[in-house]
């Protein structure tokens, strides 16, 4: 008995571990740490509108790249699904992203989309920019421009490699079917191919969109420092000397673990709709 | 129309992969690079020497030692998860396969803020030990659905076929599943160390800065405007990742889930 069910041992471990957290989290968040732990500080501290701003910053960016990288995903599995050099160079151009840790996306995005980056020294080179003021701030802005760029163009590699393997899979009947009863290729392909496709990466589109929200690397280093991006204010408010910033920082975790769980039951929603 | 589109697509594409790299290799081997030339005015290799020693080289060694750890444990963990999961039916695959799935959705940033506290109350705190649990956690998540896609897509019959004819629970495993199952674990043991390789807000919390790793040395290096370094760095990060690009797109086919 206990061999058969040896291996949900490890499922149940790793459910527990962000569980484990988010109970330390809800202590800690509630005065735990300081010795004083009461359900009044937490709602205290949720109740702040620091961390609520932190996330609807974040969902907005988050909403921004995955809806990019989404877009980008079909066009691409759709635009080349083809067998020719072209068609496989344009698909593995699309996935390199995917391999690429955030890390070394941030840091290669300053170098590109900084003032004084690649991008505003070639914009020099044809005379179109004459100082790194001429080019516009695309990083730690508000508007979070360079970082949702970023964000997409790494998502795009995980998003296309899926959106290509669900068009490969697809029955080409289908669209040759629609053509037939009349369907012009644009039609075929907007009321055929982009639903099911859509359909299709819809798990994968919940499980970018969970980790774009998540990540830190990127906003960390490209993000704005108001609104701080939620997963950056956890570690920058944790560290603060003030004691309202640091339960600000608590409430921060639980608003993160909370989007968490909510991807969760969303991400096997959708994997039971396919 | 469409052929003007897919040309301006790939010029894109092609754009968006060439100047990153084009940045990071000349910020590590630039010298004297002002704005607004588009090259440096002098060569060198002064960061890439500190491979021989020194901070970078600590920073690449512990990169590989967790990523190897990780790879090699979380394979182990997943693997039987995995099996178990596949074979469950109906709300019991659904409940496995979302417990799976539960760490890897949750922002390893919360995720480590949330852990630090019982790792400190265990003594592990700042600890390479503390780090690998952490690493650990992320990556036998990932793997165990990656192997549950496996297991999906395995025939259950193949293994009770082989004890109808006799063979032992050991003989299964060695002369049925082994040979099924040795690419698997090979593409397994690399995602897991990439999951690691990557991961920098685990490392730079739970191990308290303690514990340096290159995806860590890259925040540090930005931050102090380090360029030089930092696409060094960078650039060390990228070139296994990259070369696992195979092998994660065998394993996105198959699962449809691969590291972020």
């Known amino acids: 008995m206990i061999r058969r069910n040896a291996g949900w041992l490890t499922p149940v471990v790793l459910a527990a571990a962000p569980l484990l957290g988010m109970g330390w989290a809800v202590w800690a968040g509630g005065g735990g740490a300081d010795g004083d732990f009461q359900i009044a500080t937490l709602l205290a501290r949720l109740a702040r509108p620091a961390p609520w701003l932190s996330l609807a910053w974040s969902l907005f960016a988050a909403v921004s790249a995955t809806a990019l990288a989404t877009v980008g995903a079909i066009v691409v599995a759709i635009q080349f699904r083809g067998t020719s050099f072209g068609h496989r160079a344009a698909r593995t151009l699309a996935t390199i992203p995917l391999p690429i840790p955030p890390i070394v996306v941030a840091a290669a995005a300053v170098l590109v989309l900084s003032q004084s980056g690649l991008l505003a020294r070639g914009l020099a080179a044809f005379g179109w920019v004459s100082v790194p003021a001429d080019f516009p701030a695309l990083l730690n802005t508000p508007e979070g421009t360079g970082l949702i760029l970023a964000l997409a163009w790494k998502e795009l590699g995980f998003l296309s490699l899926l959106a290509c393997s669900i068009v490969a899979q697809l029955d080409p009947e289908l669209e040759a079917t629609a053509r037939t009863l009349g369907a012009s290729a644009k039609a075929a392909r907007r009321r055929i191919l982009v639903p099911l496709v859509w359909r299709g990466l819809m798990p994968g589109v919940v499980a970018a969109f969970a980790f774009v929200l998540g990540s830190w690397e990127l906003p960390a280093l490209l993000g704005p420092s108001h609104p701080q991006p939620l997963a950056v204010a956890v570690l920058e408010r944790a560290r603060d000397a003030d004691p309202l910033a640091r339960g600000d920082a608590w409430a921060a975790v639980l608003l993160l673990f909370g989007a968490a769980m909510t991807a969760v039951a969303w991400h096997e929603w959708a994997r039971c709709r396919q | ?260």
């Open chain 2, 1 to 260: 129309m469409t052929a003007t589109f897919r040309v301006f697509l790939v010029a894109a594409l092609g754009l968006s992969v060439v100047l990153p790299l084009v940045a990071l290799i000349l910020a590590a081997f630039g010298l004297r690079w002002f704005f607004p030339a588009l090259l440096p005015e002098a060569w060198t290799t002064e960061s890439w020497q500190a491979l021989s020693g020194g901070r970078l080289l600590g920073a690449l060694l512990e990169s590989i030692g967790l990523g190897v750890i990780v790879g090699v444990v979380a394979t182990l963990l997943a693997l039987p998860t995995g099996r178990t999961i596949a074979r469950a039916q109906g709300a019991l695959q659904h409940l496995g396969a979302a417990a799976a799935f539960l760490p890897v959705a949750v922002p390893p940033i919360a995720l480590a803020a949330g852990l630090q506290l019982a790792l400190l109350r265990a003594g592990l705190g700042g600890t390479r030990s503390g780090v690998l649990i952490g690493h650990l956690i992320p990556a036998t998540g990932y793997l165990s659905l990656y192997f549950f896609g496996i297991f999906r897509l395995l025939d259950p019959e193949i293994e009770a076929s082989a004890r109808t004819l006799g063979a032992s629970r050991w003989q299964v495993i060695r002369r049925v599943l082994a040979p099924i199952l040795a690419r698997p674990v090979r593409e397994a043991i690399a995602l897991g160390f990439l999951v690691s390789w990557a991961q920098v807000p685990l490392t730079l919390v739970l191990g308290g800065g303690q514990i340096r790793t290159l995806a860590t040395e890259v925040v540090a290096y930005v931050q102090s405007g380090q360029d030089r370094y930092a696409a060094t760095a960078g650039l060390l990060l990228a070139i296994p990742a990259v070369l696992a690009l195979a092998i994660a797109r065998r394993s996105a086919d198959r699962t449809g889930m691969v590291p972020g």
